[in-house]
């Protein structure tokens, strides 16, 4: 509420004196005037006043209009006399009367101009408490406390102190003039701390039983309002260590999830190179005598198949010790092309002279991927398209860009998935009736092809193949470099 001048003030009573005496004096000159209209006319002119001005202003008119009602309207009039009894009766009545409802006026005005200002408080609080909402981590919430604080409640300075990081982030022109010591003591205390010769204010941030911190305000304010704030801060702060907590509890599921996928993919990869060398050692020990060339070419396949052997058992121990770099996916514009056909090198001893067809791939933008897990998700479409497809027939491995996305599909001429089973597919450790029958397995492939591809921003599923066999399609993002803007020119 505006305060009121000295000047202003005496405007007002000068003004409610005029009015009352202007009132009477204008009802004496009128002929056949009644009094007892009179008198009425001026209580509703004094509550007027009461309620446009104040207290003050009705008991000055009051009395204006009952000492001028004396002397001008009651008999003998121009006479400060008071003839009759029952006119000192009347004049006392109207006297009480008029300064009563005078105060009663001015009481309900005050408190509705109070209540007025406990609204316009509580819209700032809760303005306050939507800015808090509307950030996305603490740093940002604790930042925007203390700038809100000082924007919205019109103080010159605000701090807010959060103990669990011993961090105090500072507002407004005043706002460094706040001491740190005295935050401290608020975060520990259970109440309000003021100086008053300072114009500041410290108030513990509790929410529950937790302890948050602190906030110090330097400005008029009273203590009400800074406890509404305080309460507000707290709230919001709370939320946001609560989202805060929720969003690292479920990052590290995610990272958890994608460790166990990352060494099922592994294990499933460990049994290739295994069964090349298990062939190529059974093909020495052959009482069939090979030349020297043949024994040269089968000793550089065990020698590469241990060395990837050795590659993969590297990564599986590095992925189950937590090792950052391997949990966490390492997403970069790849050539996706020569990603698709290295691949396909890769896993010749998989597909056993399987014929591969690659359609599409030369055309390709880049997209963000880690090229390692794409690999493993490859690596096991295509172990599944040669287990459970016919070996004469190929497998065909084709791409595409489709709606700001790069569609890799893996499709094969075998059993494919019916229907019903497509939604369960990619669940640990599920396995088709049909599937069962045809060859060996655990489940784990595609649970952590589905994981993994997941965790890289990509989606995958299974339709059905043109000839009847699996379709599987993995998609991915398109990068954002000139090569994926070239090719979508």
Not at 274 to 280: F, N, P, Q
């Amino acid at each position: 509420m505006r305060p009121v001048s000295v000047w202003e003030i005496c405007l007002r009573l000068a003004l409610s004196i005029i009015i009352a005496a202007g009132i009477v004096f204008g009802s004496a000159r009128l002929p056949h005037v009644n009094a007892t209209t009179i008198a009425l006319i001026l209580v509703l002119v004094i509550v007027g006043l009461a309620s446009a001005f104040g207290w003050a202003e009705a008991l000055a008119a009051a009395l204006t209009a009952g000492f001028g009602f004396t002397y001008w309207l009651l008999s003998p009039p121009y006479s400060a006399a008071v003839s009759e009894p029952q006119h000192l009766v009347a004049l006392t009545a109207f006297l009480l009367t008029a300064v009563c409802t005078g105060q009663l006026s001015a009481l309900a005005k005050r408190r509705s101009l109070e209540a007025l200002s406990r609204r316009k408080e509580m819209e700032q609080v809760f303005r306050l408490g939507s800015a808090l909402m509307e950030q996305q981590n603490l740093t940002g919430a604790l930042r925007t406390a203390a700038e809100k604080i000082v924007e919205i409640f019109g103080v010159s300075g605000a701090a807010v102190h959060y103990c669990a990081a011993h961090t105090t982030l500072h507002a407004g022109p005043e706002g460094t003039l706040i001491p740190d010591l005295r935050l401290c003591e608020a975060a520990a205390g259970d109440g309000l701390l003021s100086q008053p010769e300072s114009n500041l204010l410290f108030l513990p941030l509790r929410f529950g039983e937790q302890r948050l911190g602190s906030i110090g305000i330097k400005g008029a304010i009273t203590e009400l309002l800074a406890t509404a704030i305080a309460d507000r801060t707290a709230s919001g702060l709370a939320r946001m260590i609560a989202t805060e907590e929720a969003r690292r509890a479920y990052a590290r599921r995610k990272e958890e999830q994608l460790r166990a996928s990352v060494l099922d993919a592994l294990a499933h990869e460990i049994k290739t190179p295994l069964s090349t060398i298990k062939i190529a050692v059974t093909t020495l020990r052959s009482p069939c005598s090979t030349n020297g060339l043949d024994r040269a070419e089968l000793l550089q396949i065990i020698d590469q198949e241990v060395e990837r052997l050795n590659l993969w058992v590297d990564e599986a121990l590095d992925t189950a010790l937590g090792k950052e770099q391997n949990l966490r996916p390492k997403t970069e514009p790849q050539d996706v092309a020569k990603l698709i056909a290295e691949t396909v090198k890769e896993c010749a001893p998989i597909l056993r002279n399987r014929q591969v067809e690659l359609r599409g791939i030369h055309t390709l933008p880049e997209a963000e991927l880690d090229t390692g897990m794409v690999k493993h998700v490859l690596r096991q479409l295509l172990d599944n398209a040669v287990k459970y497809s016919p070996e004469a027939t190929p497998v065909i491995v084709s791409s595409e860009v489709n709606c700001g996305s790069i569609v890799i599909s893996v499709v094969d001429n075998g059993i494919g998935v019916p229907e019903p089973e497509r939604s369960q597919v990619f669940n640990h450790g599920y396995r088709g009736a049909k599937a069962r029958s045809l060859a060996e397995g655990n489940g784990l492939g595609l649970a952590s092809a589905k994981c993994i591809t997941e965790a890289l921003g990509g989606v995958i599923w299974v339709t059905s193949g043109p000839s009847g066999g699996a379709a599987f399609h993995l998609s991915f993002p398109l990068a954002h470099g000139p090569l994926a803007h070239g090719m979508n020119a």
